[in-house]
């Protein structure tokens, strides 16, 4: 372990990070891939508009305070955290309210959402001011095995509700594969719970050979939070700037979903701040911000 903690986190997948660090077609219709017209620049409702710190996790490793400063600067109302960097729940949350952010959501491990661990991450997440308790990252070669999946997030579900909390998942490529004819997706959600979240995230699903305005479509009312990423415009490509139909995930979220906040999400850029304050600035060209 030591070892691996020694390796360059960016070259890390999420699954590791996140360890080591500790109907369809009337939604298609909306607009060509890539297209990011005025139409939908005046939202029928404000959405806030947050970061995924995965998108800085070599600068967070590096100097996390200042990070998190710079963060705030841009002019992000939230993060959310995949990782603390040894800090206790309540220096997050000193370092949290000191720089004026909310925490949106926390990339909260498997393992950490298990009944002999689950008292203890409710009191982290309470302590931050966290209500949005998403699992990154889940495997599982049948059809059972995803459906056990989904009971225990039920049960989870059940477990928050009373403390005002929610639990969900957040979409890989992989999740998008069939499993005995059925994505995994699709086994998930389909046998979940409303209040079991679907934090799809527009690149991996794309990634997936999927289209992100066709799988929300499918299912309304599962989306609280969302990841906003680009796909198929290069490493540092900005929304507009890439292949995805933004028009149509905007609609969606703004129009018919119940969607609380957009989470900026840039994982390729060589200069990650440089990035996600451009994604921030163009955000806020179209109104969302």
């Keep these: 372990m030591k070892n691996l903690l020694q390796m360059k986190t960016n070259q ?4 590791q990070f996140l360890q080591l660090s500790a109907l369809g077609l009337a939604g298609a219709s909306l607009g060509l891939a890539g297209c990011v017209t005025p139409k939908y620049c ?3 409702k404000k959405i806030q508009v947050g970061l995924e710190l995965y998108s800085v996790r070599n600068e967070c490793k590096a100097d996390f305070h200042g990070t998190i400063e710079q963060v705030a600067k841009i002019g992000y109302k939230g993060v959310e955290f995949a990782g603390y960097w040894g800090l206790s729940a309540k220096e997050v949350r000193k370092m949290i309210d000191d720089n004026g952010l909310i925490t949106c959501g926390t990339h909260t491990q498997f393992a950490d959402l298990q009944p002999d661990k689950i008292d203890a991450t409710i009191e982290f997440n309470q302590i931050i001011g966290n209500k949005f308790i998403i699992c990154p990252y889940m495997t599982g070669k049948t059809r059972a095995e995803w459906l056990a999946h989904a009971k225990m997030f039920n049960d989870l579900a059940d477990k928050l509700a009373p403390l005002g ?37 527009t690149s991996n699903c794309r990634d997936g050979g999927q289209d992100p305005v066709v799988i929300l479509n499918k299912y309304p009312g599962r989306v609280r939070t969302i990841h906003i990423k680009p796909n198929g415009g290069g490493p540092d490509a900005i929304i507009g700037e890439d292949k995805i139909n933004w028009e149509g995930v905007f609609e969606f979220c703004e129009h018919r979903g119940n969607t609380e906040w957009y989470v900026v999400e840039h994982e390729t850029s060589a200069t990650p701040l440089k990035t996600v304050a451009r994604m921030f600035e163009k955000l806020k060209e179209l109104g969302k911000v």
């Excluded at 890390?12 to 699954?15: H, N, Q, S, V, Y």
């Excluded at 209040?195 to 799809?200: R, Y």
């Design 12 to 15: 890390l997948p999420r699954r």
């Design 42 to 44: 005046c939202a029928k």
């Design 165 to 201: 909390l929610f639990t969900g998942y957040h979409a890989h490529k992989h999740d998008f594969e069939p499993i005995e004819g059925e994505p995994a997706w699709d086994i998930f959600f389909g046998n979940t719970k409303k209040e079991v979240i679907m934090q799809l995230d």
